[in-house]
């Protein structure tokens, strides 16, 4: 998607090193970072340099490939890859990526490697596009169906950033969006403030302002007065880890979203591609919650009047914060789930249907 008029993906592999926007910049500098190590790497995703489920994946193939530039040996690779893995504990897709690029590379040549290892990184990008575009299309369906009822301005409530930020290009609860506006149906988005790290109000509503797309920030409490008051048609989320039975983890606040959505008839909508499903744990209270450094509760980032950038601290000194970063949302508060295969009940039966 685009950044000042300019075509742009998240993250891409260019003379052996790892170029990713740097996400903490945003949304008053853009920065294009090197990722030379694998060190490099894992601490671009446990700083959030990039973030969001898709992305850190991508991240972590590529810091593979990283690796194997830095040391070509298979006790490294091994340790690199458990590193990656336990960078960000929360979003499954990191694991997902990681063991995908360790079973293809097992048994790999070390003459082979590098160039294996690269062509399943770019792969795995591939593969996320691709998915991210029939997440839209799918998801431009609902959209459309809104649209032809109401025949005025479709508004849509989404929570942190599930945009092409997130991701490598087009996003997941924003592809529908894009597509949306791209076939001309009007559209505004309400994005949640995401608070404390204000992921929907310094990456989503920037990505949307870059793409020509409406969009207001509200605070987060304020979902439920504006369902309340017929302001808001229908909500879509993305996700860190779907279980089986369609239960959703996603960015903390998710949760009360989705029952101030139930309560007020308001169509609430996840989208996800499918490597953000964990076919393995069962019971929601199993999925490992990361919580963050009370750091990024008590201190802000901003701009003055000078255009420097400047970090605040914004409690009082002596208070104690807790930074919990994700929530659940029961599969019974999901109206559906949108996938590049296609929309489903958020229930096992839904699930499966899809992905026999
Ligand atoms: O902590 P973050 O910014 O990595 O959290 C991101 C989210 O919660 C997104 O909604 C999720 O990863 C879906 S991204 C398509």
Redesign the pocket.
Known sequence: MKIEGKEYRTIWFENNVVKIIDQTKLPHQFVIKDLKTVRDATNAIKL?EV??????GATAAYGLVLAILENNDQSFLNKSAENLISS?P??I?LKWAVDRMMSKLSGVNSDKILEIAQSEANEICEEDIKF?ENIGLNGLKIIEEIYNKKKDTVNILT?????WL??INW???TSPIYHAHKKGIPVHVWADETRP?N?GAN?TSYELNEEGIKNTIIADNTGGILMQRGEVDMCI????RTLANGDVC??VG?YLKALAAYDNNVPFYV???SS?IDWNIKNFKDIPI?ERNSNELSFMDGIDKDGNVKKIQIYPKKSKAMNI??DITPAKYVTSIITERGICEASQDGLKKLFK
């Open positions: 959030m973030r969001g489920a898709p992305l850190i960000r929360t979003a897709n991210c929570h942190c950033n599930a945009g997130a991701t996003g997941t609860a790290r992921q990456l989320v993305g996700t860190d996603n960015k998710t989208a996800l591609p953000t990361e970063a994700f």
